[in-house]
Structures are given as C-alpha cells and as structure tokens.
C-alpha cells in the first residue's frame, strides 16, 4: 500500500467531479487526482442523445438504485438511476436544459447559504455555456456546456402548444430568458447531435494535463483523517486497496445518495444511526442525509386517432430508415435529440407567484415491458410539482461500502403535495380536451376515465408517480448549526473537507437539476481556488 500525494482529491467523476478537476487543475502547480467508481465514458449510447432508452435499463454506467417500499406509494419502491461512469448522471440524463428560477436561488441565500442567490449564479450560468443560439442578455457562447434547439418538429407538439395557449397559457421561447412561464420548446445540452456531458464538456479538454490523474473504477470506501483533518481516501480498484493522501482538501462530488452514504461510512452523520451501524461517530451531523427532496413525476397516456407520433414512426421502416439516415448525415432528427420535447410551465393555483408545476410532453408512448414505443399512436403528458414539500432521508443499510444506502423518498408526505399531484391530473385532462388535442385524442390511457374524484386521482399519483431523477439536499448547505456543510461548502465539524454536487441544495430548485449543479460546482471552484494557502 502506498500513499502517493497530490493537492485536491476528488471522489466521484461525475457532473460536478468533472467541473472541478477541470477548473482546480488550470494551475499546472495543483496536483488533482479525481477518482471515479465507474469506468469510461466510451460507450457509443452515451454520446447518442436516443441511447437514454438503453442506458436506462441497464446497469453497466448506473447505480440503479430502488426506494424503499412506502404506504405513500402504495407499497412500491421506485427506480432511481444514477450515473456510475465518467459524468456520472450527465452521462445518463434526459438532457433538457433548465436553469430554475431566480427565486429557487434567493431562498437558498434566505435559508442562510450566503452567496448563493440568483445574482450571485448568474454569472456562473453564463460561464457554463455555450449557446448555439448565440449570446444576449441571458445566455453566453464559449463555455464548456453546449446547449442547442432541436431541428426537426412533429404535429403532436404543435398541437401541444396550441392547445396550451388556448388555455391561456404563453408561449415561452426561452425557459432560461426573462421568464420561466410559459410552453414552448426545450433547448437540450446537445450540440451536434451529441450529448454534451459535463466528461464531454470538462474532462475530455483538459486530460492531456499532466498535474491531472483520472482514474476509473475506483470504489472510494471512507475519508482518512489526523484528529479532524480529512488527509486522504482508502478506495478499492480491481480488488486491491489503495490508499491516497492529499495535501489540501478532499473534495465529496458523490451526488446526493452516495455523498451522504461515504461520509456515514467515515463517520459523519447522526450518531445514533452510525452507532446502529456498528460505526465509531467522529461528527455529530444530526441533518446528513435529511433533507431529501426529489420530483415526482406522473405519467398520463393518452392514445392516438391517427398515426402521427414517434410511435408510428419507430415501428415502420420508412420511418427508421429515415430516422438513421437523418442522424448520420445531417446529426439531427429523433435520435438527436432527447426524448421529452415540449416543455410547460404553470401555476397550480393563479396567486401563486412563478410556476409549480413542469410538463415534459412527448409524442410517444412507452410498452413498460420492452421500454419501447408502443405499437399504437400514443402521446404522454409528463407533470411534475417542482417544489415539493415532502422531504425524505437516505439511510445506511449496513457499513459494507457495496451495499446500496436505504432511500425514503417520502413523496406525498403533505396536503400541499398531494393537493398538487391531483391538479396535474385535472390540468391534464384539461389541456387533453382542448380542440388541437382533442381532435387527435382517441382514448385516455393512464389514470383512465374510471380516475375521477380526488381521491382516486391522488391514488393514481400513489400507485404509478415515479421519479424525474432530481434527488437533491443530503448535504445540506446553510449557515445554521444544523447544517451539513457551511455557504463554503467545507463539511461542519472536521477541516479540508468538503461536498460539491447536488447534495448542497438546501432545497430542490424549479426544474431539471443538471445545470444548477455545474453551476454549484463552478462557484465551488472559485471557492476552493480562492482560499488557498
Ligand atoms: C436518468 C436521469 C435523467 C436526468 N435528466 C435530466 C435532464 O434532462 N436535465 C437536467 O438538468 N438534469 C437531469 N438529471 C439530473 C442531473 O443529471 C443531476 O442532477 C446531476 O447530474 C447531478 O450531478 P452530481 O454531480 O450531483 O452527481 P453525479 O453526476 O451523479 O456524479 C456522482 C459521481 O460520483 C461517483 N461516485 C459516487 N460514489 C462514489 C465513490 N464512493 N467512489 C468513487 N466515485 C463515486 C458516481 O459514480 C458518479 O459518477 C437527470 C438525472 C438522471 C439520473
């Protein structure tokens, strides 16, 4: 066993793993090593945005992580992937590129984590991207993240948006301008037809650095420490035990599940839970792992009267052929692009002060047993409550590092959340049976017309809501004696040590996860940056 030495440590390669070791080892004099579980990111259905169908199902680059059964959902667990490869979830995810509102941001500063409010973001937001569209008042050109606009448009979506603006709802070109209200097209961290992964946009430049050592299929176990000093990891590779010591800080990009399970795992975490778990609690953090929020999705199908969807084109070999024709000569069409098109932000109730509700609409519907299309022409209506009430908690199920952590997700845990789910499903309905749609409509598919009171609605919510992968919180930041990690992100309790991902976020923000994480990670960047010795 040897213990080689470097400045900065990394654990986990994945979207905010990347953006530090990309912008810690721009000074050629820190030494970074950034160790990631997962291996590389060469397989060909990363890069293709349509190869989320496969990546889904299989567990080569993903956790593939299941809840623990709840009465809220009926008994059921629910799938929660998460990307084990170089990106980690940014090599998986459904790439739709939402920013949140600036709202989401001044509550986290409110909430005490000083210096994260929308103005303070904003110019992190900017230095992420690379708009294809090109720059203005809100978006940027020459950043790592490439963001672009889908070329090709089906009649389904047309009549989405139609049928959305008849209900008063505006049309919105751009969710990351002046406001996020509206229905429109989702842009997609995409460019050229390639998914643009945070492994794509910050790894890959920079991997030719010599004072930057990536290494993959590391399993890092626990934080070493000297007293309270984080000096180092132990991590397992290939079956043989390494051990790494690093000068400055250890830096946690594990993403909201494992962050909190390493730190439980090195004795950080409520100390009664640690001592159930026949582990020695170095810090008392009563808060790690609380704090879990997660969007709930709910799925509502619909089936067509007309062969119009992406259904119809998948299953006939006109439509494939075109399909892969298009991707190969021009990188555009259905393959390049991910698969929720067509976005809408709305509120549940009028006096509410900026949307609470997402739609990620598609003109498809899906066989769950093959994850395929169906073989009939379908549309489904994706709906989301982006501010949840409920919160959740990720627990250890045993000190074997290998051993997935219990999640409690807790959805519906509140009146207000299940107030929410119920108006989905009646927006739903409603947007559904507004003359562009309802001209196509055919037949309601899930709930179904028996769904009706608000109590079958809300069971429909219990018994089929899954998740849209935004599990954020478990690492809370905040200025509160409580909190897990302070508004510098260093770990509260120990010294050199600190938590970088979506783990931080004091609470969920409105809308896809993806690109507030990089941004997290971009400040954190400059954070760690700025207080060196
Ligand atoms: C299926 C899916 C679809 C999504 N769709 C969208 C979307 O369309 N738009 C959007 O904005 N957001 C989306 N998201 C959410 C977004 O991708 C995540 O919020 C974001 O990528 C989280 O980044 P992170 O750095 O916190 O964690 P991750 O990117 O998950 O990185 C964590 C990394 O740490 C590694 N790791 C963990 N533990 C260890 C250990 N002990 N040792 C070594 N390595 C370790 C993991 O393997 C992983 O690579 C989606 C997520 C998923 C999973």
Known sequence: MNTPVCDYLIVGGGTAGC??????????????ILLEAGGPDDDK??????GIRYLLREKKHNWFYMTEPSPLTNGRSVYWPRGKVLGGSSSINGMVYIRGQRTDFDRWAASGATGWDWDSLFPYFLKIE???RGADAYHAVGGPLTVSDRTNRSEVWTRFIAAAEQLGIPRNPDFNGADQEGVGYYQATVGNGRRCSAAVGYLRPVKGRANLSVITGAMVHHISFEQRRATGVRYEKDGH???LHAAREVLVCGGSINSPQLLMLSGIGPAAHLQEMGITPRVDAPQLGKNLQDHLQLRLTYRLNRPIS?????HSLAGKVGMGLEYLLRRSGAIAYPTAQVGLFTRSLPELASPDIQYHFSNYTTDEKTGMPDRFPGMTFSVCHLRPESRGEILLRSPDPGQHPRILPNYLATPEDCRVAVEEVRLTRRLAATQPLADIVAEELAPGPDVQSDEACLDFARSNGTSIYHPVGTCRM???????????????GVSHLRVVDASVMPTLISGNTYAATLAIAERAADLI?????
């Open 19 to 32: 953006v530090l070791a990309n912008r810690l080892s721009a000074d050629p004099s820190c030494r970074v």
């Open 45 to 50: 259905w990363i890069h293709i945005p349509a």
């Open 130 to 132: 690379n708009q294809t």
């Open 241 to 243: 035990w390494h051990e």
């Open 310 to 314: 992406f259904n119809d084109q998948f």
């Open 529 to 533: 940056l700025n207080t060196r010795p």
């Open 478 to 492: 905040g200025s509160d004696a409580e909190a897990v990690v302070d508004p510098a992100l260093c770990v509260r």
